[in-house]
Structures are given as structure tokens and as C-alpha cells.
T-cell receptor, first 116, second 111 residues
Framework: DAGVTQSPTHLIKTRGQHVTLRCSPI?????VSWYQQVLGQGPQFIFQ???????GRGNFPDRFSARQFPNYSSELNVNALLLGDSALYLC???????????????FGDGTRLSIL | QKEVEQNSGPLSVPEGAIASLNCTYSDRVSQSFFWYRQYSGKSPELIMS????GDKEDGRFTAQLNKASQYVSLLIRDSQPSDSATYLC???????????FGKGTMLLVSP
């Protein structure tokens, strides 16, 4: 069975540009979450979507947005890129959004975004 | 501010030894606890989940949870060089499955 797939794997952008990252969850998983991981830190939560609705938002500026499609895939958009946006962007999927035992999240390989 | 604290390490152990990784969390309503392994340049891989107080064993891995002390740990028995990685502790509350991660502990297993 295919795991979580993300595209692209690597991306180089310049300051001020915008970027769109894509994620396909594990088959049957309806929840998709996005995380940002900078070097030396643990992943930091950006968004969670379930059944196309936003269910959670982390402490990120409005330059970050996301959406989920009817097939449960998701896009993360970042506008007006800053040098500090350079990071590994991780997508994770899970069966649902809550309930003990229903929550384990499985990560894709990530998109490494570099801002010049 | 919900926090998850881990010793950044590195924790160095010889091959065959027991590695003990520790994590504390600040949010008392946290209900689900996870350990992820992350190799350098790779994404986190789920290795253990634990939801109730006590021990949970899976092969060479044992997770221990003490909600009263807000403490969760991971024991790795018979450590192998291939276990060398960063181990991330993550917690969620009952409302949503969003994960709050610690910074991770780097484990180095020497042959």
C-alpha cells in the first residue's frame, strides 16, 4: 500500500515568491496535517484538515494557507516567501481527527524548501 | 503554551546496551503519546504509541507512560548501530490529533 506521498521533494525559491506543496494521504485516511521542521527542531504544526474543513491552525502567519480536496489530497500554499521559511515541510495523514487510538499520524518524505 | 521537553543529547550507548529516552509534557489533558524515529534527512517514522499508564512493549522497544508525573519514556533493548537516529516524542489531546513535538534526542549506538 502506498504511504503518504508529497511533491515536489525539493524546491528552491527566492524571497517574495510563492510556493504550492502537495500531499496525497494514505488510502482511507481522511485527515491531513502539515508541519514545518527547521534544522535541529521538532516538527511544528501548521494546519489540520478533515473532510475538507480546517480543524486546526498553528501559530503561523496568514501567508500560510491550505486546503483539502474531495479525494482527501491537500495543498499547502505559502506567499511572500521569507528566508526563514526554509525548512522541511511534512505532510501527515491519519484516519480521523480525535479519539484515543484514532490519531496516529504517518508522515510523507517531505518537501525540502530552500529560500535564496 | 503546550510544551514537550526532551534532552537533546547526544545519548551515546554501546551496541547491545539499553538506551533510555525520556520526555516530559506540560499539558495535563494530553491523552495520546507517540515516539517517532527520524534518520538524518528523512521524515519521522512512527515506532510506538501509548495511551494508558504503564508499559507497552513491541519487540525491542518499550514505551512507559506516567500521566501523574507527565512523563513518557522509550527503552530500546539490545541497541544496534542502525538505531542511531533522532527520537521525537509527540503528544496530542483528546480534541484533535495535532501533534506537539519535542525537539528530539539524538541517539548514537557505537559498534
Amino acid at each position: 500500500d502506498a504511504g503518504v506521498t508529497q511533491s515536489p521533494t525539493h524546491l528552491i525559491k527566492t524571497r517574495g515568491q510563492h510556493v504550492t506543496l502537495r500531499c496525497s494521504p494514505i488510502s482511507g485516511h481522511k485527515s491531513v496535517s502539515w508541519y514545518q521542521q527547521v534544522l535541529g527542531q521538532g516538527p511544528q504544526f501548521i494546519f489540520q484538515y478533515y473532510e475538507k474543513e480546517e480543524r486546526g491552525r498553528g501559530n503561523f502567519p496568514d501567508r500560510f494557507s491550505a486546503r483539502q480536496f474531495p479525494n482527501y489530497s491537500s495543498e499547502l500554499n505559502v506567499n511572500a516567501l521569507l528566508l526563514g521559511d526554509s525548512a522541511l515541510y511534512l505532510c501527515a495523514s491519519s484516519l480521523g481527527t480525535g479519539g484515543v487510538g484514532n490519531q496516529p499520524q504517518h508522515f510523507g518524505d517531505g518537501t525540502r524548501l530552500s529560500i535564496l | 503554551q503546550k510544551e514537550v521537553e526532551q534532552n537533546s543529547g547526544p545519548l551515546s550507548v554501546p551496541e547491545g546496551a539499553i538506551a533510555s529516552l525520556n520526555c516530559t509534557y506540560s499539558d495535563r489533558v494530553s491523552q495520546s503519546f507517540f515516539w517517532y524515529r527520524q534518520y538524518s534527512g528523512k521524515s519521522p517514522e512512527l515506532i510506538m504509541s501509548i495511551y494508558s499508564n504503564g508499559d507497552k512493549e513491541d519487540g525491542r522497544f518499550t514505551a512507559q507512560l506516567n500521566k501523574a508525573s507527565q512523563y513518557v519514556s522509550l527503552l530500546i533493548r539490545d541497541s544496534q548501530p542502525s538505531d542511531s537516529a533522532t527520537y521525537l516524542c509527540a503528544v496530542t489531546n483528546s480534541g484533535y490529533s495535532t501533534l506537539t513535538f519535542g525537539k528530539g534526542t539524538m541517539l548514537l549506538v557505537s559498534p
